[in-house]
């Protein structure tokens, strides 16, 4: 469970000013697959990092799981928008993926079935032994992730994290992250650009206002909860969602959220 | 670049430098330059295998233990200086000041507290080598990447695993410049810590033979440190590639033509 | 709000007193205890009346300017070329593969090995030991350039040639930043090592400055005073570091080490 | 360049220029003195005085022309010369007082050691402020004197200001110190149980001034005014003990009631040759010398 | 004009061995748009690289106006897929486009307006000041556009460039590049994963086969010219087009390419 609190968040360092969240209040119940759309620079990236707990809100709380963040919540796995920091260069592929694992005490055969698993539901089999910096972006975007699947975490922040792969690999993590998402019925935050995705994936889509943002519109998306790739974007209700969704974000951009409040 | 071209390269500037240091010495009557060849023959004469055992190898032994002793210490104090900004602003300008003593004025003060024996020498040679790499160290640590730390963070990845993982690793590169830095300075720190309260080692014999009036086997013994500091950064470089292979291969991967 | 930035700037500094004042307070109680003879460890109280005394002495400010001018000429040139001959010779394959075995060669050579050489060059001046400064501290900058030149991050490096940025460019907006960091903790390495080697060279070569006032404070006995000169050493090199993690904070404001530490987390 | 040939005459025939190499120590008293009182300017030397730790820096800054003239220990320069290095002695240093008991220097261990005499030595640790030195060849002789076995002496090398406080902690068995450190000792309660520069020979010449030979051969006539102001400066020092005290003042940073309970050492003018050829002998037969020098080559 | 001529590019470093590009040989024309799609790890980016001269063919050779590439030809801009690494940290952002501009030795006052016009372009009037690290990640990629835009390039190589912005932004991106393209007659080499913008964007689409790579289908977009979003969208011949870039896609993911020659 997320629950959003009249949350401000602004930078100020280094001479430079920016109201980034302006004020959001809103609650992902338990179990949910939540979707966040928003223009780029708008505050996604920073409403994430909050919830796990990264950087300290200017005003406002957040809570995760019905506890106050002040430090990352156990539990909680995050997929970083800059996925290629965030891999060890100095580790293999699989020690990538395992080292939370440890860090969780899990024996090392168990471990090792884990990250195997993962990375072959990623469609990585077989690069366990490869540094990170040996792969295509692509790829280590998907070590990323599997790391993030392996954690079996009770709630998963994703930032962007299909940005980096091609349009069949993506329809193929898409479904491999609903399949996640029903199996371990985690709590689920998604950061994403595709509208379509958004819509595809989850049952509600936050739409956020440009910086300093605001919820401009949530949706409810009422498609089934069975869905796969060819006869749920052909369903003309998801059509109608999408269409809805684009013609929110089109009025976000063109009232500048300086005009309201 | 094959196996040719690198010993051609590693030892081409030697010989030259050699070689004009032999030409322009040749026949020197100066008491305190006397010619290369006189030096060549005193080293001869001078380090013979009694004299090694006698003087070099001790020399040595407190060598590795005083720079394994910084090296430990300080890579430990440094981690957690530069993981902590509290211990850091506490720490640093008394550390600052321990570093600004030269350690001729400082050895009194260790004989005072540890007497006069190799404890005190490898104290010396660890106190005098600490600093290059506790300096890389806290920076290194410091300076580590912000979103690795946070995934560190959010994976609750913490105790062990951080520091191994993040901390040293990332600080590793500049670990290692620390740890190169400091191999030389331990060398020229023990022929320091050889120069008080010492009956035996490569520094006392260098300072035997400069007060004896011995110069070309005091020149002899710097040739000596020189080729010992020479050896010792090759068995370094050996060590480095072997540890940082993720980090060179990082670099390398994108390597130009 | 500005209170509490101002408490925050100011604690850092007050942490690090209090740092120094556990450590003076030590030195004080151990030789009172017997832990050390107070004769030859005295309480700082002791250390600081002789350094009292040395403030007084005209002949102490003289010795201090002299240490002041070695130390500053030689880091100075120590720094100037270490980070010119780092920068070259990282910069250039070539010369980082001819030169290692030489720089590995004169690096461990102690300065002290040089002392007749450097007198027999220039006699108990203040030259002879500024020669002995530059030689310690340049490899200490010299190292830290050439390992801080190969931390190049290699897309930053692909973009540079792939804009075809010219030598003087990538010089000065590629390797030089990257390098940056540890050029800084070098100049910090140096200037502790330049204020050792200028006390040193002057205790034993005997050109003028603190360190020869040491030399004199020991072979008369004068205990306290020996301390008292310490003292003054040492917290010169805090004041260095001090003016040096200023620079540090100003050229480095980019750098992740000082971003964590803008933004409180 | 080290090519100082000559003393650097200044233009126009004025004083000429000298740079003297000493240490800071008791022992050179006389040429501070000297100085103070004319005896240099008086023979047109414009006399520098330049302090260094010990010999190390001194002999290599004289052999190059950087200083005209250096003090040096006897010993040392024996060592010098067995090297062929070219110098030459040019005037007495500092002798002994020769009295067992009030010398200037001595031989001391713990009030409570078992330690009784110099032949209790063998298999103990003596410190020295440099070994393989005067200060090893004196105690050794003073061991042999008392019929101890020389060789069996360990010595340890510690800068005298460091040698109380490790007698004190047990970490050495014995210190050899001149003054000032002497009377710390004594104050300490230190025992003293030799004065060995007594012991190694009848008033002996403890060290001297030197030039090198390239100064003598080209300038002679400055060599020998230089010998003359050290005459009158080390008889004028002898018979003035209280100006020698005031004048250590001066140079050394000795307390003032420290410096009046100093026993001060003898400045007899010309060097006891018969001190040195001993000197040299005992060096030998240590081993500290390979060969005994030419010593009618360095002595003046 | 760029010719790949029986490319070849294996990867064998710490153990392990890729063989990345297996035979590539196409030509784009001086001018011309092109679009590369492929699966992830496919080796896109080891091909603009290589194109870039920054990394030499094991075998075969490439050719960017005319010239045999041994080093990074003049008048060529690349925007990587690393973004946010290839922005310089140190400088502003305003400083990190004007950058490769002073190497041209232009005059100060005319790169000042070209960064201004660039950032401008991309939607970031007025973060001149800011540093790369205050941006959010879409940001990033935007400077790293307006850069190789300021540059004037005659050849541009972009790899994955609109990863990371969100829709709306993505569209005018795409449409800024297309008059960018017009405007200069620069040669383009277009990787993305989003086969729509390929087909949107591009003259042709070059699609290739999973690792070791090859050409497995090279199609000609006879679209108008005159493109924009909604119309050229709603093209009948768009959605045929894409229909069939579509299914290359699959028949490539489903053959192998170890089955083939
Ligand atoms: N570390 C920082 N320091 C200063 N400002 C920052 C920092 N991180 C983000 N910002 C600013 O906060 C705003 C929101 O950034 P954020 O990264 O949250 O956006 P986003 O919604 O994730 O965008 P994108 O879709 O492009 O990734 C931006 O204007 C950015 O410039
Ligand atoms: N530096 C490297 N060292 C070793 N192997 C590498 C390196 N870079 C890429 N590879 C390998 O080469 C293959 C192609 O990589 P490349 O980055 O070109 O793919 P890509 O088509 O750009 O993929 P993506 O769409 O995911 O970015 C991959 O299998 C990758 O593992
Ligand atoms: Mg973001
Ligand atoms: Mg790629």
Known sequence: ?261 | MTLLRRTLLALGLPVLLVAVWWWASAGSTDFYRPALSTILAAFADTWTWDRVRADVLPSLARLAAGYLLALTGGVALGVLIGGNRHVRAFLEPLLEFLRAIPPPVLVPVFILLSGVGDRTKVLVIAFGCVWPILLNTVEGVRGRDEVLSDTCRTYRIGGGLRLWHLLLRSASPRIVTGARQALAIALIVMVISEMIAADNGLGFAVLQFQRGFQIPAMWSGVLLLGLIGVLLAWGFRWAERRMLGWYYGQRAGRREW | MTRATAGARAAPALLGLLGLAVFALVFEVAPRLGVVPADYAPPTSRVLAAAGEQVGRPAFWAALADTLLTWGTGLGIAVVAGVGAGVLIGAVPFLRAATATTVEFLRPIPSVALIPLVIVLYGSTIRSTVVLVVYAAFWQVLVQVLYGVADLDPVARDTARSYRLGRRLQLRYLLWPTALPYVLTGIRLAAAVALILAVTGELVIGSPGLGKEIDLAQQGGAVPAVYALILVTGLLGVLANVGLRVLERHVLAWHPSSRREVTPS | GGSGDDAPAAPGGGPDKVNTGVIAILDVAPIYLGKEKGFFSKRNIDLTLTTAQGGAAILPAVLSGQYQFGFSNTISLLLAKSQNAPVKVVSNGNNSTGVDGKDFAGLFVKADSPIRSPKDLAGRTVAANTLKNIVETSVKSSVKKDGGDAAAVKFTELPFPEQLPALQAGRVDAIFVVEPFQQAAVAAGARKIASSYVDAAPDLTVAMYFTSQQLLSGNPDLVARFTEAMKESLAYADAHPDEVRTVLGTYTQIPAAVREALVLPKWPPDVNRQSVETLADLAVADGLLGQKPDIAALLP
């Open chain 1, 1 to 261: 469970m997320l629950e959003v609190d009249h949350l401000n968040k602004v930078y100020d360092s280094h001479g430079r000013r920016v109201e980034a969240i302006g004020d959001l209040t809103f609650t992902v119940p338990e179990g949910q697959f939540a979707c966040v759309v928003g223009p780029s620079g708008c505050g996604k990236t920073t409403l994430l990092r909050t919830l796990a707990g990264l950087l300290p809100p200017t005003s406002g709380e957040v809570q995760v799981l019905r506890r106050r963040v002040t430090e990352p919540p156990a539990g909680l796995a995050v997929v970083f928008q800059e996925y290629g920091r965030s891999l060890f260069p100095w580790l293999r592929v699989r020690d990538n993926v395992e080292l939370p694992l440890r860090a969780q005490r899990i024996a090392k055969a168990r471990r090792r079935e884990l990250a195997d698993e993962a990375l072959a539901a990623v469609g990585l089999a077989g690069t366990g032994s490869a540094y990170p910096w040996q792969l295509s972006g692509g790829m280590q975007q998907r070590v990323a992730i599997a790391r993030a699947i392996a954690y079996q975490p009770r709630v998963l922040l994703m930032d962007e994290p299909f940005a980096a792969v091609d349009a069949q690999t993506r329809a193929d993590l898409e479904d491999l992250i609903r399949s996640v998402w029903q199996r371990l019925g985690v709590t689920l935050l998604f950061v994403t650009h595709d509208i379509d995705e958004a819509v595809y994936l989850g049952q509600r889509v936050v739409i956020l206002s440009a910086a300093p943002t605001r919820v401009a519109d949530d949706l409810d998306i009422d498609l089934p909860a069975d869905r796969d790739q060819l006869t749920t974007r052909a369903d003309p209700r998801f059509t109608e969602l999408r269409s809805r969704v684009y013609a929110q974000i089109q009025k976000v951009k063109a009232d500048p959220p300086g005009k309201e409040g």
